[in-house]
Structures are given as structure tokens and as C-alpha cells.
């Protein structure tokens, strides 16, 4: 079954549910959209076979758009909107991308592929185009995961790499049922937003509230408004809502009633004041709308303490873990007796993991396998030998212990991407690919770190005796330019020392954060 099957087997069991639940479309009217924006792709020369970008934000048209282009028998190349045109025409000559359909506020002059208005209105659908015959094993998507500069890695998906996706987030069944609303402001080009808002609203014939901003008062007035049942975010936006939550209590002057009721809640309802638990929590669960049932966490990991708030609460909270290599989630967080908060579960339906290398508390390097699976990168034999073994498991890269429920728990890094707070990777090889460059520069390490709290990328530069923290700033500043600004490294340290290097001459990043730690190299820019 290829993606649009999926969509026609969901539009034939719910065709009544709302599917745009904005724009009041319902999954028959959606199909109806999605057919005649086929015949608007067919009209500018989409041919089957050919590549596809989408450069949006999350509105209609981008799922219209994705299903048009599988209808006509395109590959989606699912395009980040925070990047620049240099990059944009680097992912489009590396994929032999033809169109790419955005809004016009994205256009630029290039020769690398032709814009098409995302926007444009579609005529009618053409009676005589009929839905290509994808395979399942026909490539869905594809994205760019370690940058779009240097020499990325290219993620293909197949249509079954999909669907089996979609047919795993079942697990989630006790919480989402068909016609629920699922909130949708996480970006659709991303993975986590790719899996929340088109693969489980079709498994479950639910509904997507598509939100292009994440201004906190649209969000707010939404919630008020349609009132979802489940809440997609990255950890650092539910830290945002427990922190207004409670500054809202606070300057009411209830906080001692409600960490007191917080506290004592199972002992409160056991001796029949169950009313004074739900009337102090009615005022906080109505921010959220009234009707919540699931928040789900992914991207990054979210602090116990947050997770906590919200159970107690009594609302449904699971975190996920994933990449784009895996279309996002393959493993969940599962309500079980003495569950430990910070855990992310253990493997989605039809897929298995595994923990090699284990060290003496327990900790190794997670290895996945199961039909989400990616087959390996495009054009990228070096990559794909180092991340599958010959049993077919893929190589994660991340540090993870199991408890006694058989939850993993991320437990570190071992490649170097940098998870940012806002759930946005940066990945340090196609940064130092172009700080390299710099005259004067010897070598560059670049690395996750904190600074005030926040999750940064920080570089340690090793520079010629000449240069100056003011020479170097204003290059970095040039370089950072490539690049989309939650990449940019502005936090730095210079150093006229030889960086620590292996034995093949690559630079030991985790030697360099410790020297930085330690004060080695006084000369910064914080």
C-alpha cells in the first residue's frame, strides 16, 4: 500500500471526520482537494519518478500538496523552511530535485529547479489522470539529515517505511480515537511533525489543527477555541505552559492550594474530595481546552519534573524517540505500575532494539531494527556500512539504559549532532566544513554546550599566532550566513594551540569541551 492508498482507505472509513479542522474539510472534501491539485502538478510537467520539494510552513496546502505528488508519482523532498537559498539549491542538485512547490514569500531567482506556487488555486480535477502505481517499496520522501552543505546525509523513506509507521502509533490507541483533533504547530518538514499530524490523523481517522506560528497567544485562543484532544510538542514548549501555568496561579495567590491538592490528590480523592481536586485543576486543564487527553513529547528529552506536572495532572504524557532515519517514533513510553519518569519507552509494533557495548552501569549504544527502518543514505555506501550491521540493525549512535519495565533512558550522545532546546539538530561537521575555510583558522571543534541553561553550538577555534577575537568574530559571522540561524555558532573560544587529535587526525571533541570547562581557553566571545 503507497501513501495514498492509505489516504483513500482513511477517506472511505471516516469520510464525515474533519480532517482540516480549521478550515472545516472533511477527509472526502480533502481527498477531493488533493485530486485536483494532482491535475495542477500533471499541468506543469510533474511526471512520475520526478523529485519534489515542499518549502512551507503548516498550512493546507501542504498536505494537499505531499498526497498530489505521491497521486501523480513524485518523491517529496521535504524542505526546512529556516534554511537559505544557498542551501536550498545545494539539496536540489544532490537529490536532482525539479519543482519545488512553496509559498511565494520563500521564491528566489535560481537555475537549480522552478518554483511552484504552493498557493495557487486548483481548477478541477482531470477526470482522465488516474493515482500512479507506486509500489510500497517506491521511495516516499526524502530528507536531508546531518546538514545541506559538505556532504550530507540524504534519508530516502519508502512508502512502506510509512505506513508501517502509522500502523505502529496504534500503541497509542488508549488515548486517540477517530474524529479526535490533534494540535499541529510542529513543522511537517520535520520528522516529529511528519509522524503526529499526517501518519497518526490517518491511522486513527483523526482531525489536525494546522498552525503555521508558534506565537503563544494564537496557540492559547486555539485550544480555547477547538479545544484538542492531543497536544504534540517538543519538551521545551511544555516547560513554557508548566511555568505559565503556575505564574497564572501564583498571581491569583492559590499556589498553596494547589501544590497542596498536587500533593496529596490520590490521598484527597481516596476520602471522597474528589470535587475539591477537579475544581482546583479545572481552571489549569482548561488552558489546554478543556479536553485534552495525550501530550506527546519528542525531538528532545523532557525533564522529570515536567513530565510529572502534567500526570499529575491527570493528563496522559509519552515520550517518544526517534530520528528521520526511523520515521520518528519507533519507540514510545508505555503506562505501566511504577513507570520512571525521563523514559521513552520500548519498541513501536514490528520493531526491535537492541543495547550493544553495554558498560558497568548498564549503558550502550541503542541499535534498531523494523520495517520503519530506512534502507541506508542516498549515494552514501561509506555511511551505510558504518550504521548497519549484517543482521540488518541500524546503528542509532545514542547511549541508552533499560529499567526494570523494560523503558529505555537516554543516557548521552555518542556521534556529535547537537539537540537544541527548541528540538532543532545542528550538526557539527557541516559547520566546521565551512569555519575550516576561514583564513587563518587551523582547525575547529564544534559541540554542544550549555550557556545560562541554554543548549548552544559552540565552537573552539585553533588559529594563527596573527589572528584577533575581532577578525575571527566578524568571519564567523560571514560564515554563519550559509546557513539557517538556529545553526549559527555565536558563542566561541580561540586558542593558538593545536587541538587534541586522534591518531587519523580527527579532532577529539570531547577533549576540547572538558579544556573549555576547565578554563584552557581564556580567549571567548560568550
Known sequence: MNMFQFLENTAKKHPDVLYLVREQVNYSGFLDL??????????????????????????????????????????????DTNLTPFEYDNMAQITKCKFVCAEKSFFYKTDKFTFLD????????????????????DIATLSFTSGSTG????????????????????DMHEYISAGDILYGFLPMY?????????????EYGAGVLLQPTVNPKEIMADFKKYRPQVIPAVPRL????????????????????????????????????SRLVDAVYKPVLDVFGGRAKLLVAGGAATKPEIENFFVALGLGFIQGFGMTETVGPICISKPCKGRVPFAFGGPTTNNVVEIRDKNADGVGILWVKGNQVFNGYLNNDAANREVFDDRGFFNTGDMVSMDKNGELHFAGRKKQVIVLDSGKNVYPDELEGLFITIPGVKNVAVFEHKIKDKTVAYGVFSVDDNMTIEKLSAAIAHANKKVASYKWVTHFAMTTEDLPTTSTQKVKHHVVRQNLIDGKYPIRKE
Open 238 to 273: 511544555f516547560e513554557v505552559f508548566r511555568n505559565k501555568i503556575i505564574d497564572g496561579i501564583k498571581s491569583k495567590h492559590k499556589w498553596w492550594l494547589f501544590s497542596f491538592v498536587m500533593k496529596n490528590a490520590a490521598f484527597l480523592r481516596k476520602i471522597g474530595l
Open 118 to 137: 504552493i498557493m495557487a488555486e486548483d481548477g478541477d480535477a482531470n477526470p482522465k489522470l488516474k493515482p500512479a502505481k507506486l509500489k510500497d517499496s
Open 34 to 79: 488533493v485530486k485536483r491539485r494532482a491535475a495542477t502538478l500533471n499541468a506543469a510537467g510533474v511526471k512520475p519518478g520526478d523529485i519534489v520539494g515542499i518549502l512551507s510552513h503548516n498550512i493546507p496546502a501542504f498536505p494537499i500538496t505531499l498526497f498530489a505528488i505521491w497521486y501523480v508519482g513524485g518523491t517529496v523532498l521535504l524542505l
Open 151 to 170: 556532504t550530507p546525509k540524504v534519508v530516502p523513506l519508502t512508502h512502506y517505511n510509512l505506513t508501517e509507521c502509522a500502523h505502529s502509533l496504534l
Open 190 to 202: 520535520h520528522i516529529f511533525g511528519f509522524a503526529v499530524e499526517i501518519l497518526a490523523t490517518l
